[in-house]
């Protein structure tokens, strides 16, 4: 069902609903008008009543010949009606005793606490409301119909006017999913709205920019990997077209050379694998305690024939002998080293490494934490390249790759292996001057 229809039916029920309460409260209305004309003369109907009363007293407790009789405050009231046992004994007025006894004021009549009558009264006051009334019934079956004809043609124009509308920003947002679908072209949608309608616009626009942002980046990440590994099986396959082509045996160092190759396509393999596990969380970490002094040190040890080379000198500084972190210690090693060889790449030769660990009091975290500070005096970081650094394949230097550099891996691998352990990585970076990465890992 559509929202115009459901709105025309819900403003149908709801125009019967006021009708009818509007009938109901009317209805009331006029018996309370009626009751309150005898509490503002009262002191009238109470001396009727008990002329009544005194007329039956003096009587010997009969009626006998009331119907006949002169009383003094009648003359107060336009309609009177005394009733007996369901017998009409004195009637005073146009209304039958009938019309009386349901639109009057009714006054019981008592003898010694017992019942002796009823009294069925209009004053002047009560009468006129009685006729306004009759007039008003005799005229609400033509001033209801005239009344609903007119306000079903209003409600009608108002609502296909608001239905109109409510549905067009849905019809443009229907219409930009549609071209959406179709061929994925962005479209506008009415984010200018202040209500509910430009929230959704907006939140879908965000969702369609998203999307093509992700859909950017699987390609992007499609063209890196097929990069990749183009240039390492291109030397292979030419090195075999080769010596196949010419019947030559490879010599060793061909030999060495292929090997190379083949592990380097081994290793971005398994990188692009880690790396997909660790992003989706299906990882599964197999904590436990190492000393995070020890294992800074066995990394520093490993990297030396690197710093050597360059010539760059790297210290480590801790005023503690032993850090306790519950890691998976390759995962931690892996993300520590990569960290450390990126600072080592993109430092130049004669430059310094500074490597800090200390536990760490974070005002905002309940449990203390180690904080790792790797401190380069290289080439830095410019503020546009800085938010990329963790991508996929990205490399600062674009000119930076095989054989001087990785894949583009190594920070991306680190940080999600850094999350995994429920720690993260900070950046600071002066163009020219140098990096710091700030690595914090829970106690």
Not at 42 to 55: D, M, P, Q, V
Not at 267 to 278: A, E, I, N, P, T
Not at 349 to 371: D, H, M, N, S
Request: aromatic share 10%; net charge negative.
């Amino acid at each position: 069902m559509k929202i115009r229809t459901k709105l025309i039916l819900s403003m149908s029920v709801l125009i019967v609903f006021v009708m009818l309460f509007l009938l109901g409260v009317t209805h009331i209305q006029f018996y309370i008008s009626r009751d309150l004309a005898y509490f503002e003369e009262k002191n009238t109907f109470e001396s009727l009543r008990k002329e009544f009363e005194h007329y039956y007293s003096n009587h010997g407790d009969s009626w006998d010949n009331i119907a006949s009789a002169r009383l003094k405050y009648t003359g107060s009231f336009n309609e009177v009606v005394l009733t007996a046992d369901e017998e009409v004994l004195y009637q005073q007025g146009k209304l039958s005793a009938n019309e009386l006894r349901n639109e009057g004021f009714v006054l019981a009549l008592y003898e010694s606490d017992q019942k002796i009558g009823r009294l069925y009264v209009m004053n002047e006051r009560q009468y006129k409301i009685y006729e306004f009334k009759t007039m008003w019934y005799g005229m609400l079956p033509n001033i209801g119909i005239a009344s609903l004809i007119f306000t079903c043609i209003a409600a009608l124009l108002t609502i296909l006017l608001l239905s109109w509308r409510l549905t067009s920003p849905i019809r443009k947002i229907i219409k930009g999913i549609e071209s959406i679908q179709k061929d994925g072209a962005a479209t506008v949608f009415p984010e200018q709205r202040k209500d509910e309608f430009g929230a959704i616009s907006k939140a879908l626009r965000e969702m369609n920019d998203s999307l093509a942002g992700a859909e950017q980046i699987r390609k992007q990440l499609m063209s890196d990997v097929t990069h990749e590994l183009k240039t390492p099986l291109m030397i292979i396959q030419g090195e075999l077209e080769l010596a196949y082509e010419t019947g030559q045996p490879l010599s060793a160092a061909k030999q060495a050379s292929l090997l190379d190759e083949v592990l380097r396509l081994s290793r971005l393999v398994h990188d692009v694998l880690d790396l997909s596990k660790l992003e989706s969380g299906k990882m599964e970490l197999q904590p436990q305690t190492e000393n995070l002094v020890k294992l800074l040190e066995d990394i520093v040890e490993k990297t030396e024939y690197m710093v050597e080379d360059k010539q760059i000198q790297l210290s480590m500084h801790s005023r503690e002998d032993s850090i306790p972190i519950s890691v998976e210690k390759s995962r931690i090693y892996q993300a520590l080293y990569n960290i450390l060889t990126n600072a080592i790449y993109y430092t130049n030769p004669g430059g310094q490494i500074r490597i800090l660990v200390e536990t760490a009091y974070l005002p905002k975290q309940q449990q203390p934490y180690a904080r790792i500070r790797v401190e380069d005096s290289g080439v830095g970081i410019s503020e546009e390249e800085l938010p990329h650094i963790f991508n996929r394949f990205y490399r600062a230097d674009p000119s930076r790759a095989r054989p001087s550099g990785g894949s583009g891996l190594g920070l991306a691998i680190a940080q999600q292996n850094i999350l995994a352990h429920r720690g993260w990585v900070e950046v600071e970076s002066v163009v020219g001057k140098g990096s710091v990465f700030t690595i914090y890992l829970p106690i």
